[in-house]
């Protein structure tokens, strides 16, 4: 239909289009015209908003937690750190899901397994460990641990105090693609088949078992753990020797050694180190991203659509940047922030963008 006959078109002609949808709606169709500036938008629409999570303020209601409700009974004891745009949906970005879990001195978390792939970051208290198949990780604050799809997997904790880390799973685009299969386990804590570190030593050297070519675990990494101490060595080397980035500070992906991809096949990570006296220059991406603060405190600015937020964070506090939101990080004392994302899918899709903007707006 061309514009003429729209601008000319009259109220009983209104009246035949509308009687023409009612008329097929019992036939599930529905007419595209109607619907097409929503489905396909001149650039993402995110109906997530940007949001900050104070630990100070949250890790009263984790504690709570741990007084009314074991981690065997709850399976895992969580609290979901949900967009409060996506309520009742256990989502923090349309893709991914973040939560908080906790595991008390001698508590088990039961073994079981399912597609979703899920990354935990280690946020507070050393001694627990995690057990992925048949080998255990000790947790300790700043760690980055992979639970792969459809691994074994059971949490314990020989630690003295609670063990607090941030879970990060594909859940919503597992669920979106109808894909996600579980099961849980008849014993409640794995049988332990590989001393600790196994795998750190076959795959976490820059080397590799002579005949491992194809991952062992298809596109996620063989690596379980990848240590704080590592990662924030590797940090303070780069910002002491060499150029700072201007949008970024220093900030390094975590990948797999055997394909030097992301460590999942659905979620990116990052360790960042924003320098004492960074004023970032803004930048937006495709991918929604969830930040876990590790040292040092600093302040980010989000901007959407002409709206501005700003969150001044410091240690244990998460916080979320949503697709297409503007953000610029600066930092008086210097900070160190984890991250993770759904990269890795907007890539596999060869759709992901980024755009770093030369001045302040
Ligand atoms: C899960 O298996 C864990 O293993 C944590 O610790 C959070 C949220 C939904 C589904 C499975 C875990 C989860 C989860």
């Known amino acids: ?11 009983s002609q209104n009246d035949v289009r509308e009687q023409l949808y009612k008329d097929m709606a019992p036939h599930h169709l529905t007419p ?14 995110t109906p997530c908003v940007a949001a900050h999570w104070k630990y100070e303020q949250i890790r009263p209601y984790l504690m709570r937690a741990g007084e009314v409700i ?23 970005t349309q893709a991914l899901y973040a939560g908080l879990q906790l595991i008390m001195p001698s508590e088990i978390a039961p073994n079981h397994r399912h597609t979703q792939s899920a990354l935990r970051f280690i946020v507070e208290g050393s001694g627990a460990f995690t057990a992925v198949n048949g080998e255990r990780t000790t947790m300790r604050p700043g760690d980055f641990i992979i639970t792969p799809s ?3 997997h059971d949490h314990g904790s020989d630690a003295s105090e609670p063990v607090v880390w941030l879970d990060g799973l594909d859940i919503p685009l597992i669920r979106y693609l109808d894909a ?12 332990v088949t590989r001393p600790e570190g196994t795998s750190f030593a076959q795959f976490g050297y820059n080397m590799a078992p002579v005949r491992t070519y194809d991952s062992p675990l298809g596109q996620t990494s063989p690596i379980f753990s ?6 924030r060595e590797a940090l303070h080397i780069l910002e002491t020797t060499q150029p700072i980035d201007a949008w970024d500070g220093v900030k390094l992906r975590y990948i797999n ?19 004492a006296g960074f004023e970032g220059l803004p930048y937006r991406q495709t991918d929604g991203a969830i930040f876990s603060v590790v ?28 697709s297409w939101h503007t953000a610029r990080f600066s930092s008086t004392s210097g900070c160190v922030l984890f991250s993770y994302s759904d990269r890795p899918v907007h890539q596999a899709l060869g759709i992901h963008k980024e755009e770093r903007l030369n001045h302040v707006e």
């Not at 595209?32 to 629409?45: F, I, S, T, Y």
């Open 1 to 11: 239909m061309d514009k003429t006959t729209i601008s000319t078109n009259t109220a």
């Open 32 to 45: 595209l015209w109607r619907e097409l500036h929503a489905l396909v938008p001149q650039q993402p629409n």
């Open 70 to 92: 074991t981690a065997e009974e709850a399976v895992r004891r969580v609290l979901i750190l949900e967009n409060p745009a996506l309520k009742g949906q256990s989502a923090i």
């Open 150 to 152: 459809m691994t074994w």
């Open 180 to 191: 996600g299969f579980a099961e849980n386990a008849s014993e409640k804590s794995q049988t």
């Open 226 to 231: 990848y240590p704080y101490d590592k990662s």
């Open 257 to 275: 050694p055997l394909t030097g991809g992301a460590p999942m096949p659905t979620m990116a990570t990052f360790m960042q180190r924003i320098p």
């Open 295 to 322: 040292e040092g405190s600093g302040s980010v600015q989000i901007e959407h659509k002409g709206e501005k937020v700003q969150f001044d964070f410091s240690p244990r506090d998460h916080f979320v940047i949503p």
